[in-house]
């Protein structure tokens, strides 16, 4: 099963790019779709569009889905629950975000709050968010360094 990694709001397209990475060191195949309506530098996997437009059709099944990442947040986390009710909407098998504390809470999802908000640099963020979501996938790795 290949899976398919969806980031619907993807700002820079840093955080698929970066996963690629990784995941090409495990080895693990996966697609990546990402969208946003102002087009980035890097161009890996982007489409240029609004991610409430997308229908459930254009993208697999749920158990084949990882979804996130960084939603517009909005008054009391308004956006990030419009966006986050529309990938709920795939029933994707992970959705990884960054989202205020006001977002609300999503069964049957579980909520790690504060593992990767906690960091106060940038690469100490994404070294807590690889490994975490390999093993939310059931990636093992074989050292350290291969999830980093």
Same mark, same amino acid.
């Given at each position: 099963?290949?899976? #398919?990694?969806?980031?619907?709001?993807?700002?820079?397209?840093?955080?698929? !790019?970066?996963?690629?990475?990784?995941?090409?060191?495990?080895?693990?195949?996966?697609?990546?779709?990402?969208?946003?309506?102002?087009?980035?530098?890097?161009?890996?996997?982007?489409?240029? !569009?609004?991610?409430?437009?997308?229908?459930?059709?254009?993208?697999?099944?749920?158990? #084949?889905?990882?979804?996130?990442?960084?939603?517009?947040?909005?008054?009391?986390?308004?956006?990030?629950?419009?966006?986050?009710?529309?990938?709920?909407?795939?029933?994707?098998?992970? *959705?990884?975000?960054?989202?205020?504390?006001?977002?609300? +809470?999503?069964?049957?999802?579980?909520?790690?709050?504060? *593992?990767?908000?906690?960091?106060?640099?940038? *690469?100490?963020?994404?070294?807590?968010?690889?490994?975490?979501?390999?093993?939310?996938?059931?990636?093992?790795? +074989?050292?350290?360094?291969?999830?980093?």
């Amino acid at each position: 099963m290949i899976l #398919q990694i969806v980031d619907f709001c993807c700002g820079a397209n840093d955080f698929s !790019r970066l996963m690629k990475e990784k995941l090409d060191k495990v080895p693990k195949k996966c697609h990546f779709k990402n969208y946003d309506l102002i087009q980035p530098k890097n161009h890996f996997g982007f489409e240029k !569009r609004d991610w409430m437009t997308v229908k459930p059709n254009e993208l697999p099944c749920g158990s #084949q889905l990882i979804m996130g990442l960084n939603p517009p947040f909005g008054v009391k986390a308004s956006l990030a629950n419009k966006f986050i009710n529309k990938a709920l909407s795939f029933k994707p098998k992970l *959705i990884v975000l960054i989202v205020p504390k006001e977002t609300e +809470r999503y069964a049957p999802y579980s909520c790690w709050q504060n *593992i990767l908000l906690t960091s106060p640099s940038h *690469i100490s963020f994404w070294e807590k968010l690889f490994p975490l979501c390999f093993h939310c996938l059931g990636i093992q790795v +074989r050292s350290k360094e291969d999830a980093l």
